[in-house]
């Protein structure tokens, strides 16, 4: 019995190890399971816990900041077997992984609110330490996005001959990759790619990894590698290959129309050049799974071949230019699963025969020329869990292209997008059945009728974008038990009726609501506290008022607030004001509040104008790029808003229409990138200042209507990016200079009209070819008009007298709308 025992136990054991030497992950030994993840029982060996040491000695010595913290457990008084980053074998407790990767920026910024400079004292930097030889075991080694600043990638990895797998990607190495890696012929992951400064040189090497199965060279210099394709095809066990950024047109042939990879499934070549067109050899490759073709650079029409890769299930051809409609033969891809056909110049129509791509889970045909109506057969595709056609002239309906994918047994549709097209028709109350719908976009479009009430059955909806529609009727009550939805756009629509607490009900994750433009009137109960904490509100157009929301200071996360034309007639609350200083966005422009505006402490963007505040100018933020507070009774001073120096460039400054008074302070060197500045009907005295000529972008100048004299400084000419110069109705004196028509070449209007000019019109005016408006009446002026004033082409063009001049100007539309006033008879 006792050798029974023995012998049962040797067994055990002899089971074990070899699951270990095999490398699974889990191992079970007397019925006791344990994963590949650090064993607290195992201790790892000394001279391995020596070797990272000196390892994290040669980083340490590099480190800028104080990201140390990643290494703080790797410290001698610890088992090195449970140090971060570190992972040991479970059996033998020898070092087997080493895991340091950095995350990407993208996945540090989601996980901290550290900045860029945060994320670039995170990574590793340094030399890697021969020590790591001492790692007999080792089998795993990822120190992806890490910095190693220029240096080269240490040879003696060529002597690691236990690696399996290698990771350096994205780590800054520069100079020829070592060929003594080609010894490491266990190796079966290697990935050298995104290092910009890697040189490939003689790829034979790789020649020697028969047993690699994933290669990544992408963006490594292979110019001087012409039989790097060669080397590659020969490796037997090689499945996915990827060559992201390579110049493909030199190493293979242009001739070549077959190449034979064997076992590859997976290829990934976007961003290389292959030549103008896709080549032949390509479409050979007919086992391929997977097939990356974006960003390269074609500009032909697509060529035929690709139905002979039927094997396929995810081809991605974004960012080329094919100029062609899509090929017939790519709908008989019938195991295709992920398909991109986004931002190549795709024209015609959608043939119904995409009802045959029946394994189809995403599909991407955004940006493109395609029109004519969506295929109801389309909606037969029930595996779909992605959907953008954004960007396109798609027109018609797409109700049958629901209710087809209502009628599929599990409803997996996930994504739809449609903005910018031309799609019209109701929705139909089968929308309401795709129970695992989250993202829901058709902006910029014509659908009209009502939102249906069914739309509040979609309980996985987190962003529901319906604004630039005609949708019209009252807003359905049953939004209000989407308690996933975090964005909710509707504006720009022809919605009325009463919005009420009900179509909030359940919103507690509401995270931006923009609803403006719409008729709707908000009649919430009088202690109405919403369940949602909004960071971006617009309620432009809504009947709000005549108080203004107490609701409005428990929004306690708000940076972008809109609420203009709501019919407000009251003072702000002094509750509100907390919140209202910590916005970023702040329009309240178009109703009748009033009040004194203390200060503005951190908005960069104010709109405050008609309305009937009154007092002295707030006191501005030094962060602030926009304020608009025209038309309103505003009285004082302008000297502490131009004399205080910001931190952000101020672009656009209005106070037009008020009751300012005083001179205008010579500190326009504090607000250089000043694109507008309107201080017209005011009661301002004085002069120009000279400073305004460091104004370099301003565009439009409105001082009309003060009570501004002396003459035009010289200091103006150097505002050659003046598109409108109204100085119309003030006190200026002297002649009109000739510089204007040298210095002012752009100007489209120039008023100054009713002032104390003297002296003759200057002909240099005449080279202000873009002139629309010229009124220079009720001056002093003597002598005769110049002839060439003839010549003023632009003022001959019928213009729409509806249409406003705009220019260019950097907010959200591209273009700033501008208006001057004009005497006519």
């Known amino acids: 019995m006792g050798s029974s025992v023995i012998t049962t136990a040797a067994i055990a054991f002899f089971f074990c190890f070899l699951i270990n030497i095999a490398n699974f992950h889990v191992c079970f030994c007397n019925g006791i399971s344990s994963s590949s993840n650090n064993n607290h029982n195992i201790t790892c060996f000394e001279n391995e816990r020596e070797a990272l040491l000196k390892f994290k000695q040669d980083l340490k010595a590099n480190f800028t900041g104080h990201n140390l913290n990643r290494l703080s457990s790797w410290d001698i008084g610890e088992d090195c077997c449970q140090w971060a980053g570190v992972v040991c ?59 190693f600043e220029g240096t080269h990638i240490p040879s003696f990895l060529g002597s690691m001959t236990t690696l399996r797998y290698l990771n350096l990607s994205r780590t800054g190495f520069f100079g020829t990759i070592p060929p003594q890696l080609g010894n490491v012929t266990a190796m079966r992951y290697l990935d050298l790619g995104y290092n910009g400064g890697l040189l490939g040189g003689n790829l034979q090497w790789l020649s020697g990894l028969v047993s690699l199965q994933h290669l990544d060279m992408s963006f490594v210099n292979v ?207 089968e929308l309401g059945q795709l129970k695992s719908l989250a993202y829901f976009d058709l902006r910029r479009n014509s659908f009209s009728g009502p939102i249906p009430e069914s739309i509040g059955r979609l309980s996985s909806l987190k962003m529901l974008y319906l604004s630039d529609n005609k949708f019209k009727g009252t807003l359905p009550e049953s939004l209000g038990q989407l308690g996933k939805l975090e964005v909710l756009h509707i504006y720009d629509n022809s919605l009325k009726g009463v919005v009420s607490d009900a179509h909030f009900a359940n919103l507690t994750r509401l995270r931006r609501l923009n609803a403006g433009g719409n008729n709707l009137t908000l009649k919430a109960s009088e202690n109405w506290v919403p369940p949602f904490q909004v960071e971006d509100l617009y309620l432009d157009s809504w009947q709000l008022g005549p108080q203004f929301p107490l609701w409005l200071p428990s929004q306690r996360k708000l940076t972008s607030l809109s609420i203009a034309n709501t019919n407000i007639s009251d003072s702000i609350p002094t509750l509100f004001w907390p919140v209202f200083s910590k916005l970023q966005y702040a329009n309240l422009s178009r109703n009748q509040i009033h009040g004194e505006v203390p200060s503005l402490p951190s908005n960069s963007w104010v709109d405050l104008s008609s309305n009937c505040f009154n007092g002295s100018l707030p006191l501005i933020s030094s962060n602030l790029s926009w304020l608009d507070l025209s038309n309103n009774s505003f009285s004082g001073s302008i000297y502490h808003v131009l004399c205080g120096k910001g931190e952000e460039p101020l672009l656009f400054l209005n106070l037009g229409n008020n009751l300012l008074s005083g001179k205008i302070p010579d500190c326009c060197q504090h607000w250089q990138e000043l694109y507008v500045v309107r201080l017209e009907n005011n009661n301002l005295v004085g002069s120009i200042p000279n400073s305004i000529g460091q104004l370099l972008n301003l565009q439009p100048l409105h001082l009309r209507r003060n009570h501004l004299s002396w003459e035009l400084p010289p200091a103006l000419q150097s505002c050659s990016s003046l598109f409108i110069m109204d100085l119309g109705e003030n006190k200026f004196t002297g002649s009109i200079p000739p510089w204007m028509g040298s210095a002012l070449l752009g100007l489209m209007v120039l008023n100054l009209h009713s002032n104390n000019f003297s002296d003759h019109l200057p002909h240099e005016l005449c080279r202000l070819s873009a002139l629309q408006i010229l009124d220079v009446a009720r001056n002093n002026l003597s002598g005769h008009v110049p002839r060439c004033f003839a010549n003023f082409s632009a003022m001959a063009k019928i213009n729409d007298s509806r249409q406003v001049i705009s220019f260019p100007f950097p907010n959200e539309d591209g273009v700033f709308p501008d208006n001057t006033f004009v005497v006519t008879k």
């Open 223 to 429: 110019s001087k590698a012409s039989d790097c394709l060669q080397v590659m095809r020969n490796l037997p066990s090689l499945v996915e290959l990827h060559l992201s950024g390579w110049e493909l047109e030199y190493v293979v042939s242009p001739s070549t129309n077959k190449i034979n990879f064997t076992s590859l499934d997976i290829l990934d070549v976007s961003y290389a050049y292959l030549g103008s067109c896709i080549p032949g050899w390509i479409f050979s490759l007919n086992h391929l799974v997977s097939l990356d073709m974006s960003s390269c650079f074609f500009n032909c029409p697509f060529p035929s071949g690709i139905e002979n890769m039927a094997a396929l299930r995810a081809l991605d051809l974004s960012w080329n230019a094919f100029n062609s409609t899509i090929p017939n033969g790519l709908y008989s891809l019938s195991h295709l699963e992920s398909l991109n056909l986004g931002l190549s110049i795709w024209q015609g129509v959608i043939s119904s025969a995409i009802g045959n791509l029946t394994s189809l889970v995403s599909l991407d045909l955004s940006n493109n020329q395609l029109q004519g109506s969506i295929p109801a057969s389309l909606g037969k595709l029930c595996m779909l869990k992605t959907i953008d056609l954004s960007y396109n002239n798609f027109y018609g309906e797409v109700a049958d292209v629901f209710k087809g994918f209502s009628r599929c047994k599990s409803h997996s549709l996930e994504t739809f997008i449609t903005r910018w097209n031309n799609l019209i028709g109701h929705l139909p109350y």
């Open 89 to 147: 074998d479970n059996f033998t407790g020898h070092v087997r992984e080493i895991r340091l990767q950095s995350p990407s920026y993208r996945e540090y910024s989601a996980q901290t609110d550290a900045g860029y400079e945060s994320y670039l004292r995170y990574k590793l930097r340094g030399k890697v330490n021969p020590s790591l030889l001492d790692l007999k075991h080792l089998q795993y080694l990822d120190l992806s996005n890490n910095d």
